[in-house]
């Protein structure tokens, strides 16, 4: 099986196709000229956004991502749930739609996420409180169904999300039970602490040329609870770089929180500390949640935001830093609107994407596209 072209997703694969058309007769140049897939591409920079492929069937929208972004990440279609909705009957149709936009443009495609605690159908959570045999099987049937699929497609993989805790005083949850420095999940109880490990030789042991990425959020603020996420998340790299267990970059999801003191220092020492493991560094998912009291009025807003966004992509670049995605392009579209985890509460939108709810540019734009366009070799 393949991801294109998926023929049982005709009407998928020929809408994709046809909106490939439309967006590729735009091409690179949005409205306002160049984008970032342009600017990043011209210092060597691959830059990137999140898809939805059930927003590909607006033109405007497909157009915007046609334009902006080099390497595709699919929001949800590559999650288990997503892929293997049944034991053992995988749907590859929503992925596919984006995998072909992404051919049809000459765009690059990473999937997200083949081990995670969230987006888990419930046939796995249950078959995982069955034990270790259980769950081993249930994690080599999941690789094998969809390494060989998307092989041609797919060259990098999250193979492991979010698998350490949070440490105490972190905004997100309260402190999540943990062995060692582990999240309690269905995973970690199934296998016990060397379940990371295990996906990630599972996954090499399937292709060898595969880029293998840890991807973990929180971990850029200047508290002690980031500082200790960042040493958890060291110790982990260390270990698998340490027995030779594959793992080649660590991304950096970025889900930024304005709320949080941020100083470039902190955030630089962890990433070259990451860096000397051999490890690249990505960051997978950047947007921002703006302050609870928001400055006044849009151009202080997005002014903040923008500022933030220049640190934090700054520091990220100056240390080796080559990839950089976006968890959506415009406000409108982003998690960020409707999550109840994550969105506002006071009836405002969050201003954390780099276009506006109208596709227009904002500082964040200019933000990143400044960043990119000042590393110019
Ligand atoms: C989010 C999606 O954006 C939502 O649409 C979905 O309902 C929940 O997941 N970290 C991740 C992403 O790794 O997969 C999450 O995406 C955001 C946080």
């Known amino acids: 099986m393949s991801l294109y072209p998926p023929r049982r997703h005709l009407f998928g694969a020929a809408l994709a196709g046809l909106l490939a058309r439309q967006a590729a007769a735009q091409g690179e140049r949005g409205p ?8 990043g591409r011209a210092s060597g920079i691959t830059f990137g956004t999140a898809v939805d492929s059930r927003k590909l069937g607006d033109a405007a929208y497909a157009a915007q ?3 902006e972004a080099q390497l595709l990440v699919p929001e949800w279609e590559a999650k288990w749930a997503a892929l293997q909705p049944r034991q053992g009957s995988f749907d590859f149709g929503p992925l596919g739609i984006i995998a072909s936009l992404a051919q ?6 990473r999937g997200h996420a083949l081990v995670w605690h969230a987006a888990m159908p419930s046939w796995l959570a249950e078959g995982l409180a069955e034990g270790a045999a259980k769950a ?9 169904g969809v390494l060989p699929a998307t092989r041609l497609a797919i060259r990098d993989w999250d193979v492991v999300n979010e698998a350490i805790a949070n440490a105490e005083g972190n905004p997100f949850s309260a402190r999540t039970p943990a062995q060692g420095d582990l999240r309690d999940t269905p995973w970690l109880r199934a296998l016990g602490p060397g379940y990371v490990e295990e996906a990630f030789r599972a996954a090499r042991e399937r292709d060898r040329t595969l880029r293998l990425t840890y991807n973990d959020y929180g971990l850029e603020g200047d508290n002690p609870w980031a500082e200790e996420k960042r040493q958890r998340v060291l110790r982990l790299l260390r270990r698998m770089v340490g027995t030779q267990c594959p793992v080649d970059a660590l991304g950096l999801q970025a889900h930024l929180l304005m709320d949080e003191p941020f100083r470039p220092e902190p955030f630089a ?6 860096r000397e493991l051999g490890l690249a560094v990505l960051v997978t998912e950047l947007d921002v949640r703006e302050a609870q009291q928001l400055p006044a009025g849009l151009p202080a807003r997005d002014a903040a935001v923008a500022e933030r966004v220049r640190q934090v992509i700054g520091t990220a670049l100056d240390a080796g830093c080559r990839t950089v995605l976006t968890w959506g392009l415009s406000d409108k579209d982003s998690w960020l609107a409707w999550d109840p ?24 734009w200019q933000a990143l596209a400044t960043a990119f366009g000042t590393r110019r070799g």
């Open 269 to 274: 020492a962890f990433l070259r500390s990451v």
């Open 341 to 364: 985890d994550v969105m506002r509460k006071d009836g405002q939108m969050h201003r954390g994407l780099p276009l506006d709810e109208a596709g227009v540019r904002k500082p964040m």
């Open 32 to 39: 306002s000229g160049e984008g970032l897939a342009a600017i």
């Open 136 to 144: 081993r099987g249930l994690l080599a049937g999941h690789l094998d």
């Open 104 to 109: 049809a443009n000459g765009k690059q495609l």
């Open 65 to 67: 991502v046609v334009a």
